[in-house]
């Protein structure tokens, strides 16, 4: 997904602008959907149950303030 992008030069690449964008591509046939590094777009995912599967990658150290993945209610509010 992209607010800023209309296209891609990368190859088997679509910019999606909505969540039943995303609910039409998560039903069609191909590989499993995967997001890295966007926070927020995985808070929409969450809301929306569009999450089947989650893996983390920790590092041991934090620092600083910043958006939180797990914002309160996130697993909660969902059921995990």
Same mark, same amino acid.
């Given at each position: 997904?992209?607010s800023t992008? #209309? !296209?891609?030069?990368? #190859?088997?690449?679509? *910019?999606? $602008?909505?969540? !039943?964008?995303? @609910? +039409?591509? $998560?039903?069609? #046939?191909? %590989?499993?959907? @995967?997001?890295?590094?966007? =926070? @927020?777009?995985?808070? +929409?995912? *969450? $809301?929306?149950?569009?999450?089947? #599967?989650?893996?983390?990658?920790?590092? %041991?150290?934090?620092? =600083? +303030? =910043?958006? @939180?993945? *797990?914002?309160?209610? +996130? *697993?909660?509010?969902?059921?995990?």
């Amino acid at each position: 997904m992209s607010s800023t992008l #209309e !296209e891609s030069n990368w #190859e088997n690449s679509v *910019f999606l $602008k909505s969540v !039943e964008a995303i @609910k +039409t591509l $998560k039903q069609s #046939e191909g %590989p499993d959907l @995967k997001v890295h590094g966007s =926070g @927020k777009l995985v808070q +929409t995912l *969450f $809301k929306h149950d569009l999450v089947d #599967e989650l893996w983390l990658l920790i590092h %041991p150290l934090t620092l =600083g +303030t =910043g958006n @939180k993945l *797990f914002d309160a209610g +996130t *697993f909660l509010d969902y059921g995990y």
